[in-house]
C-alpha cells in the first residue's frame, strides 16, 4: 500500500475508516494515561477525526500528522477554523488554537518534531498499515518519541483470511513483537464487536474485537 492509496482514498471520499462521532473508547480509557493539562498529545495519520477536537477540550494541545491535504483541509473547515499556514521543513504545517497538524509522510519526523509531545493517541494508525509497514511504523515511532510517554493504542483483530484490510487485523501477540521491546504493555480492556458492526458482517468476517491498550516507552 503506497501513499498514494491514500490520497486517492480521500479525493473519492472512500473514507469509511472516519468516524462521525469521538471514540468512546478515547472518552473512556484516556485518564489512565494520566496526562497533564498542556501537554502535547500525538495524533499520527489523523485524517480530519474529531477526537482532536476532544482533546483539545481537555486543554490539552494537539499534534496531528496526515498524509492529505484534502483530510487537513476539510477538517478546519468542518470546525470552522481558519489556520495558519507555514512549512516545516518537508511539512506543511497548519496551526489554530492549540491544535497543529503537519500534512506529510509520517516517516519524514524526526525527534525535533515530537520534542514537546506528552502523550500518543493511536485509533487508527497502526491497524490502517500491513504487516511489514507496521513494523517500520511502530520502530520509527519508538525511535523518535521522548522517553517515559504514554501511548493510548485502539487495534482490531479478527481472521485475516476472511478480509483483506485495511483495518487490518492486529492481534495482542503482535502488539507485543511491535512495542514490548521498548514499551511497558497493558491491556485496558478488549470487546467483541461484530454484532455492533454489520459492515464486516457484510464482508463476511466471523470474529472481531477490539483492544485498548495503554503503552509506556521506557526511560532506558
Not at 495558519?84 to 516517516?107: A, N, Q
Request: contains cysteine; glycine residues 4%; hydrophobic residues 40%.
Amino acid at each position: 500500500m503506497k501513499k498514494e492509496y491514500w490520497l486517492e482514498r480521500w479525493r473519492q471520499e472512500e473514507i469509511g475508516f472516519h468516524q462521525s462521532e469521538v471514540n468512546p473508547y478515547l472518552r473512556q480509557y484516556w485518564r489512565e494515561l494520566k496526562v497533564e493539562p498542556e501537554k502535547q498529545v500525538l495524533v499520527p495519520l489523523c485524517g480530519k477525526s474529531r477526537d482532536m477536537m476532544w482533546l483539545r477540550e481537555q486543554d490539552l494541545s494537539v499534534l496531528g500528522v496526515e498524509l492529505s491535504a484534502r483530510a487537513v483541509q476539510a477538517f478546519f473547515k468542518e470546525n470552522a477554523y481558519s489556520p495558519r499556514h507555514t512549512t516545516l521543513g518537508k511539512f506543511d504545517r497548519w496551526d489554530v488554537e492549540g491544535i497543529r497538524i503537519l500534512c506529510g509522510d509520517f516517516f519524514d519526523l524526526e525527534k525535533d518534531d515530537l520534542a514537546e509531545v506528552g502523550a500518543v493517541y493511536d485509533r487508527a494508525s497502526l491497524v490502517a498499515l500491513p504487516p511489514k509497514t507496521r513494523y517500520a511504523y511502530a520502530d520509527h515511532l519508538l525511535r523518535i518519541l521522548p522517553p517515559a510517554i504514554p501511548i493510548l493504542l485502539v487495534t482490531f483483530d479478527y481472521p485475516q483470511a476472511e478480509m483483506s484490510g485495511p483495518p487490518f487485523a492486529v492481534s495482542t501477540a503482535e502488539v507485543e513483537a511491535l512495542y514490548g521491546k521498548r514499551t511497558d504493555i497493558r491491556l485496558l480492556a478488549k470487546f467483541d464487536v461484530l454484532t455492533e458492526n454489520p459492515r464486516f458482517q457484510q464482508r463476511g468476517i466471523s470474529r472481531l474485537q477490539e483492544s485498548i491498550f495503554l503503552l509506556t516507552t521506557r526511560t532506558a
